[in-house]
């Protein structure tokens, strides 16, 4: 059985940092590409970053560029969003996701599983 299990979330202020982790298993971790995304109240899941089967390519949404890096361990089956320089608006709970298409994919629909997501809030 497939599990992702996210962590890392929690309530900072504003210009703070946190560091989101996600730990697959279930899987061949390194098969796949992951993703993050986000989903705020009321406003569909949104796409934050993906990075490839080996680590050397990713994507980022032109929101958090120059401030959130995805990384990920394949010995450890994890995948990690740093984020820094918070903002209000990076509020969310926040998805990891796990995709094994040939391109590095930046919808919700490609993607095969998903984490139960973990609540990121920023306070101004």
Known sequence: QVQLVESGGGLVQAGGSLRLSCAASGLTFSWYHWG??????????????VIS?????????????G??????????????LQMNSLEPEDTA??????????VLVTTTQAYDYWGQGTQVAVSS
């Open 53 to 65: 089967r080996n680590g050397t390519n990713s994507a980022y949404a032109d929101s958090v560029k």
């Open 93 to 102: 709970v926040y998805y990891c996701a796990a995709d094994r298409d040939a």
């Open 67 to 80: 401030r959130f890096t995805i990384s990920r361990d394949n010995a450890k089956d994890t995948v990690y």
């Open 36 to 49: 993050w995304f986000r989903q705020a109240p009321g406003i569909e899941r949104r796409f934050v970053a």
